[in-house]
C-alpha cells in the first residue's frame, strides 16, 4: 500500500503562484508513475501533469504547459506541482495519485491505483 497525502492549496489571486506537494509512504519503492489531476465544480476529475518516477520524463496537459512544472524528490518520496501565472479557470480541488505498474495512458484516472485526499486550490480574479 502507498500513502499519499497532498499540501499548498489556497485561495490566491490570478497571476499568483502555488506549490503543491504530495509526500507518499508505504511501498513507495513499487511507484512507476505519479499524476496530479484536479476536479473544478460540476466537471470530471482530469489529468493535469505526470512525471515517470524513475526517469522523470513528464506530462503535461495543454492548458498548463509553460506554467505548471512537475517534479519529484525522490529521497523524500515527494512529488510536486509549481504552478505560475495562475488562472482563476484552475480553480479546483488537486489530487494525488501513483501507480504501481507501468501505465500505457497516464490521463486515465483508472491506470493509477493510489489516490490523496485533495487539495482546494482557488483563483480569484
Known amino acids: 500500500q502507498v500513502q499519499l497525502v497532498e499540501s499548498g492549496g489556497g485561495l490566491v489571486q490570478a497571476g499568483d503562484s502555488l506549490n503543491l506537494s504530495c509526500a507518499a509512504s508505504g511501498r513507495t519503492f513499487s511507484t512507476y508513475v505519479m499524476g496530479w489531476f484536479r476536479q473544478a465544480p460540476g466537471k470530471e476529475r482530469d489529468i493535469v501533469a505526470a512525471?515517470?518516477?524513475?526517469?522523470?520524463?513528464?506530462y503535461y496537459t495543454d492548458s498548463v504547459k509553460g506554467r505548471f512544472t512537475i517534479a519529484r524528490d525522490k529521497a523524500k518520496n515527494t512529488v510536486y506541482l509549481q504552478m505560475n501565472s495562475l488562472k482563476p479557470e484552475d480553480t479546483a480541488v488537486y489530487y494525488c495519485?501513483?501507480?504501481?505498474?507501468?501505465?500505457?495512458?497516464?490521463?486515465?484516472?483508472?491506470?493509477?491505483?493510489?489516490w490523496g485526499q485533495g487539495t482546494q486550490v482557488t483563483v480569484s480574479s
Open positions: 495519485a501513483a501507480s504501481k505498474r507501468g501505465i500505457t495512458n497516464v490521463r486515465q484516472e483508472s491506470q493509477y491505483d493510489y
Open positions: 512525471i515517470l518516477w524513475s526517469g522523470g520524463s513528464t
